[in-house]
């Protein structure tokens, strides 16, 4: 533990490695994040005629085994797996699975089933593991109450984005992180309220139970009587007994590997890439039907899928949650047939390529187009280019020039607050709402999300593939703010019923599930000012929210980083305020110099020719799109921005394209 220059304790990762670089991190905006006095923000409430549109009220892993085809991945409830890293690392050309040996000398490090990292101590209300409470010895709001009273379900389509944008966010998660013990497919076993939504006693609750209690008056739950929302804990070190665990506060794991590497098609770990994995001319295994290839059957359907016969489409891919809801399963298929578009490429290109070598060179240029889109045309968006370049996100090069920016004293383990927190705040951009378009952009219909929770059947059905890959490319987003979809407030999930569950109120309680530390700790960990009184947060939000907050919690330090970053106005440029900003740049900070196998890397053994590099700079959503649609013929160059007419639809072949032949037999090494 260090003290940092504002005086607060700064956690190392596990493996005391790189704090929050005070030093390093350099402000966006002129007066980014000194003085939020100088911010230039953007209000991320609704301007005009906002009015709260509610009245504020006075183990998947039972029935799986350790055998199944996620391996050992899946724990039963109360056990988790801890990482046990390689003994000794294999110098290798080409990633693992499980992300061990990434850094060679702490092979450990960014593996699936380790700790996730954390910036700031946590703040059990034992010390040990029982979730925040309030400082003041109360109770805190209901999760529930606070995301009613504080965030809206207005319907405000972005003016700029398109729903991929949203959807990309949702793979890069995936990709990153996933809390153990947890499932977004199957109800989960361990039920916290009965099925009719009454609290299970505390006396008979598994002791990961930790539901969300639903307020009187309740405007939606309350017309079914529903009281209560099902909520386990996530699982930690201490539950999982892990070796390494020496006492302390506890920390959740995460199960996937924290690197960007497309863990989410390729799998975590050997096991669970060998059941998905063609051991054919480099490919991925696909079911062909109708004329195009689709992700493998699951061989759990009723377990995997919201399904009731073992004969309905679920599909099985890297990551569990890939059914959850259609175009996050689209994104899916079409980083699976991008991996098999390319090794069939390189298996003409180089003939005598045998199977692992061209598995594992596709992997590699799939991940590093991934990689390349995320970085330069996805989250420029989010964190804003010019703040990335600062902070060094982001460089601007000449085309064939690698960027050796590899630091092995940075931890690249996903921070708990990201993906607790601040990469939860788009959430907002969901929309409940998915259409279908034509080739000719004319809206042929939409679907309802939560009819479609975990059920990805329909996306084989009649031109559906298409027509809503189109949809997602042409429709806005929701607005990135205080509203969250009603689709996911009121009916995720919802499996059949009236109702489902609550994302927001989800989201809230997972923060105290976890610990984390409080706004007020991140406000003043990212070098904004420490409020002292509610009046201190109107600085960086609305004045009527801060009423609204003084109502619920019975301390402003009580308000939780999920709650107070979500509301703070957003820095210009950004698609988040300052204190969620800090957070995020740091994360993707991490996320690239901390990965070896950073597509920019030019280190002989890792990287790519400066030829091949120019080629990967080529990638782009749309041209993604554009080669693994069923037949999508046209697209606007841009993917993530609506069409406009500086952005118009163009034919596919309009949109330049990743030369391959770049990748005839140039390396010496390939094979090893
Ligand atoms: C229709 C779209 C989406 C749905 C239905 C959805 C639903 C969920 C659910 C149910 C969870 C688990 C909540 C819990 O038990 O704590 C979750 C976690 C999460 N979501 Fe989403 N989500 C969606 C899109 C997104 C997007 C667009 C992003 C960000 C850009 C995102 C970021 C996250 C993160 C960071 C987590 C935590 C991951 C972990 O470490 O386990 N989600 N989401």
Redesign the pocket.
């Known amino acids: 533990i260090k003290v940092s220059t504002t005086g607060y304790h700064i956690l190392h990762n596990e493996h005391g490695v790189d704090a929050f670089p005070q030093h390093r991190y350099v402000p966006s905006a002129p007066g980014f994040p000194a003085s939020a006095f100088a911010l230039p923000l953007v209000s991320n409430a609704v301007p005009t005629g906002f009015a709260p549109t509610s009245p504020a009220p006075a183990n998947p892993f039972v029935t799986l085994s350790t055998h199944g085809p996620y391996g050992p991945q899946f724990p039963q409830p109360g056990r988790a797996q801890c990482a046990v890293p390689p003994p000794v690392c294999e110098k290798s050309t080409y990633r693992t699975l499980d992300g061990s040996c990434n850094h060679l000398e702490r092979p450990q490090l960014g593996m699936a089933n380790t700790r996730y990292g954390r910036l700031l101590s946590p703040r059990y209300a034992d010390g040990v593991s029982a979730p925040t409470a309030s400082v003041t010895g109360q109770d805190l709001p209901s999760a529930r109450l606070v995301s009613l009273v504080i965030f809206g379900e207005m319907d405000v389509p972005d003016p700029e984005y398109t729903l991929i944008n949203?959807?990309w966010?949702?793979i890069?998660?995936h990709d990153m992180?996933?809390?153990a013990g947890?499932t977004?497919s199957k109800k989960h076993p361990t039920r916290c309220c009965t099925d009719d939504g009454r609290l299970v006693g505390l006396d008979t609750a598994h002791k990961t139970c930790f539901a969300i209690i639903v307020p009187d008056h309740d405007p939606v739950y309350s017309q079914v009587g529903t009281e209560c929302l099902n909520f386990v804990r996530t699982l930690t070190d201490l539950d999982a007994r892990c070796p390494d665990y020496r006492g302390g506060p506890a920390e959740q794991l995460?199960t996937v590997t924290s690197y960007m590497d497309l863990s989410l098609v390729y799998g975590n770990s050997i096991q669970q890439n060998s059941q998905i994995r063609a051991f054919q001319g480099g490919r991925m295994i696909v079911e062909r039907r109708n004329g195009a290839d689709w992700l493998p059957a699951s061989r759990n359907v009723t377990g995997d899928c919201d399904a009731i016969e073992p004969t309905e489409v679920c599909y099985t891919a890297g990551d569990i949650r890939v059914n959850?809801?259609p175009?996050?399963t689209i994104l899916h298929t079409i980083l699976l047939r991008e991996h098999n578009r390319i090794a069939g490429e390189l298996a003409k290109l180089n003939p005598h390529f045998d199977d692992r070598t061209l598995f594992q060179e596709a992997r590699k240029i799939n991940i590093a187009q991934y990689q390349y889109i995320s970085y330069y045309e996805w989250l420029p968006i989010f964190l804003g280019a010019e703040n990335m370049l600062k902070n060094r996100l982001i460089y601007k090069v000449p085309e064939k020039a690698p960027v050796n920016d590899f630091d092995p004293s940075i931890d690249p383990s996903?921070i708990n607050s990201h993906?607790?927190a601040a990469?939860?705040y788009?959430?907002s951009?969901?929309e409940g709402r998915l259409d279908l378009l034509s080739e000719l952009r004319s809206v042929l219909g939409s679907l309802r999300?939560s009819d479609w929770?975990n059920r990805p059947g329909i996306i084989e059905v009649g031109d559906n593939f298409d027509s809503l890959t189109r949809g997602h490319s042409t429709q806005p987003e929701e607005l990135t703010d205080i509203n969250f979809d009603r689709e996911?407030k009121h009916f995720?999930f919802r499996r059949n019923m009236p109702f489902g569950s609550d994302?927001r109120a989800?989201?809230i309680q997972?923060n105290r599930d976890h610990g984390l530390a409080s706004y007020n700790d991140f406000r003043q960990f990212c070098g904004l000012r420490r409020a002292q009184s509610w009046e201190d947060y109107t600085d960086l939000i609305d004045r009527a929210i801060v009423e609204k907050l003084k109502t619920l919690y019975p301390s402003h330090e009580d308000v939780e980083i999920t709650v107070g970053g979500s509301l703070e106005s957003h820095v210009a440029g950004a698609l988040a305020g300052p204190t969620f900003l800090c957070i995020l740049t740091e994360q993707f900070y991490r996320t690239r110099v901390g990965d070896r196998f950073f597509f920019e890397n030019g280190e002989k053994y890792v990287g790519f020719t400066p030829d091949q590099l120019a080629e990967i700079r080529k990638a782009s959503m749309a041209r993604l799109v554009c080669d693994n649609g069923n037949n999508i013929q046209s697209m606007q160059q841009k993917a993530f921005l609506l069409v406009s007419p500086s952005n118009p639809v163009v034919p596919c072949s309009n949109i330049p394209q990743v030369d391959l032949t770049k990748w005839i037999d140039k390396k010496p090494h390939y094979g090893k």
């Open positions: 949203m959807q966010g949702q890069m998660t992180s996933m809390q947890g977004q995460t959850q809801n175009g996050l996903v993906a607790t990469f939860r788009f959430h951009q969901i999300l929770f996911i995720l994302l989800i989201d997972r």
